[in-house]
């Protein structure tokens, strides 16, 4: 590695800061009180990985579409749209450790705000008036309602399948990774086969993010992640260090029977909670967990070598990197 | 007029035919539960007024663009998805009669279902290929979630003034014919003048479309409309037979504070509601709401003239009749 974390992000500032003036000014809306809150959400701390693999992706090849800023700041706007939704479905009081909407509007304004991002991320990704880029764009948020619709839907269910998670998490996260990898090299003037390519390197990276993201859910204190820890387990979603600590206990071990109360919504009680989480995090579940995302960020790394931009094969290492050893 | 309003339909009917597969084909997710719910939504008794319009605009001008039926079914499941989310935010348990996904689904699933309806509308008005079909259509969207925050933000004041309620009902309905008109228009291959025109046509029967259902909300019995009569009223949404009325009373009539109280939400009993809708109904503004549609409807009709394509021209004739002579 020949760059730190840091790096990365210094070298793709100017872009970035684009992205956020970008984003502001979509992000507009006659109501003043409206107005005010829209810009503390966009602004509101995201990591802006999105549009970073994007922006990477759009230099990779040589070439730089000009618009791939648009695009970026339009991936990240559909993110922080769905987040909204999110949050309002989820009545979530706290977004990185910041009030929501939902602590100071009533739901039917809310859901309004998050369609009117929506609206507007769509208007950033047609700006370089690629059909192409507009498919895509359309495509990957019916993948994030579809996996959401999913985390819905299955909730409440202890027994459920690799498949079912991996399938759960691809459209929840993944789907957009992968679409903004595409569409960054699409813009950047890759071949098919370079753009198919990013676009996995896209999949695999939000898969790991994902799953560790469902690591540090159970693992860190509420105050690191701005959030009650174990908030998933009791809004009954099981992710996959869930599956693995449920897959080691014993036919008859008491924890059995916690956990699937918990998962259905019959146990609330704050004590017992905290104490199965407790046992998750000594158990070897949170590291069997990790080890499905590290074989992911490896999958992912083996596409670099395809990646012509020296630079951009650096950065997206750090970024692969990234992705695994996090804490928040 | 040379044609009955069913014969509009008619002649229409092989476009709509494949229109209804279209949508019906988008609306499937891979949850039979959901799917069965979706298809009874996309088939769910719409007038179909929107792809009408569309497909009318994309014939006006002799050649036929075959993607214009997709777009006619995603400015239609556009329109579903938004009815989608409005009956969320109202907490509506009937439309057209029948009852909403309220009444089976939880808020979070309704709200993923409407985002889902959104995406795949999107992934319709792309098929084209047609970066400016793709502007006309996220901004189309973005207007209407603009219109329906005005309603929400702007509800339970009675103090408004005509402007606040155009802008409002603009982005509510007139923004999605006016989008489709355009969209029409511009895939049939129209000039801009032409196009403009049309859009122009499209926004004022979108108006007088909506004053119609403002003034039928009122009129006509829960039974007619499918949904409690005054239902905007009991919900503090003001329109302008509302404001007629309210204009027209006398500035110390105990009726005004009836209203008020309304509006506010402050007074919810059923005989006063019904008792006030009475009132309104004996009183002129009724019909005074509907000269506010019928000069909507005469600077449309004075557009026919620009619309080269004779049989079209005779259609659009009727659908601009039906938007001020209908009863549901």
Known sequence: MDVSTQDVFEMMQP????VEETLVESAQIDYPIVNSMLRAIVSGGGKRLRPILLLLAARAFGSFNERAIDVAA????????????????????LRRGNPTLNTELSTGAVILIGDYLFAKSAILAAKPENPRVMVIFATTLAEICDGQIRETL?????????EDYEARIYGKTAALFAGAA?????????????????RALGTELGMAFQVIDDVLDLRESSATIGKPAGNDLRQGVVTVPVMRYAAGLAVDAPQRGIIEGIVAGEITDQVVVDSLID??????????????????????????DQVPNPAVRSALDQLLDQATIRTV
């Open 74 to 93: 339009g991936v990240e706007l559909l993110h922080t749209a769905s987040l909204v939704h999110d949050d309002s479905i989820d009545k979530a009081a």
């Open 279 to 304: 046992d998750i995090r000594d158990s070897g579940a949170l590291a069997e967990a990790e080890q499905v995302a590290r074989d992911y960020v490896a999958a992912a790394r083996a596409r670099l």
């Open 15 to 18: 872009d970035l800061d684009r």
């Open 154 to 162: 299955e909730a409440h269910k202890l027994d459920q399948s690799m």
């Open 182 to 198: 595409e569409m960054g090299a699409l813009l950047g003037g890759g071949t098919e086969e370079q753009i198919q390519n990013l």
